[in-house]
């Protein structure tokens, strides 16, 4: 193990270069969970629509998805993309959309459910249509719910973004990973990198919890 000296100096020296990596991380996931918001909504509609053939593709694509790796599916989207003339950024950021996507789309599928069927009829009974009373009234209370799975999937999406370090492309990891080969000290950037992410996952954790405290105070 390194001296607590050493890994500060190294911390210190490297500042610049991590700085660089944590930047192209953030852009990965925050790109990543935007798309994979939409996916897992969309599919989250499927899965309740009581239509068998839309139902039928929306557990398909999950249990694909939940039923290989991920560093699978980079390889796939990389490879199969690549070729389109895609970038790797791209390549990444949609393998890591469409693989939490999955996991969102049965956390919001789960949160709606949860919604008392009353709301639904109270909606309809004031005139509203099925759809108005879906975005009025069910999803804002879904969305509340459904945060502190959400802020888990976000955490594990900023991690996993660590793979894309195995395409070659430019975030953390690969900066750790080169930079502890080049100098043969891997313990102590593999440190260093450790400090980055738990940095970037306290701040999800309390963005998260900013919107939990805002929703809570908007429901009283």
Known sequence: MPSFLHFF???LNTYD???????????????????????????????ISKIK????????YIFLIRGTPLIVQI???YFGLVTLGISQFWSVTLALAFHNGAYIAEIFRGSIQSI??????AGRSL???????????ILPQAFRRALPPLGN???????DSSLAAFIGYYELFNVAQTQG???????TYLLVVSVYYLILVGLIGIVVNLLERKFSASER
Do not use: H, P
Not at 34 to 39: G, K, N, P, R, Y
């Open 9 to 11: 100096e190294v911390f």
């Open 17 to 47: 270069m991590f700085f660089r990596g944590m930047i192209r991380t953030l852009q990965i996931t925050a790109v990543s969970i935007a798309i994979a918001l939409l996916i897992g909504l969309f599919f989250a509609f499927l899965k």
């Open 53 to 60: 053939v839309l139902e039928w593709i929306a557990n398909t």
């Open 75 to 77: 390889f796939v989207f």
């Open 116 to 121: 008392d069927k009353g709301q639904m009829e």
């Open 127 to 137: 005139g509203m249509t099925g759809n108005l009373t879906m975005r009025r009234i």
């Open 153 to 159: 999937q976000f955490i594990i999406c900023l991690k």
């Open 181 to 187: 080969a080049n100098s043969y000290d891997v313990m």
